[in-house]
């Protein structure tokens, strides 16, 4: 079975691909704005952050780059260490 990520999108998957990175920007530069105004920003920031992971693994992936699993680019890098230590142990 082909993994999806390996195929390039339809004309039609990256229209909805860039309408989610609009609406993710977007969102983006609101919680940057509240952060720069001093609200809440540690929940924010991690929101900021999350949302800047996953603008970039559409973007990269839409454009053809082999993003491989999503895992690397969604999850913290203490992920792969415990997955590595899993499988050595």
């Known amino acids: 079975m082909l993994d999806s990520y390996k195929t390039k999108p339809t004309p039609e998957q990256m229209k909805v691909a860039f309408e989610q990175i609009a609406t993710m920007a977007n969102s983006l530069q609101s919680l940057c704005d509240d952060i720069i105004a001093g609200k809440n920003s540690g929940a924010m920031g991690m929101g900021a952050q999350s949302m800047a992971a996953q603008i970039g693994w559409i973007a990269d992936r839409c454009i053809g780059f082999d993003v491989k699993e999503s ?18 142990a």
């Open 71 to 88: 895992d690397s680019w969604f999850l913290p890098p203490t992920w792969e260490r415990v997955e590595s230590e899993a499988h050595h």
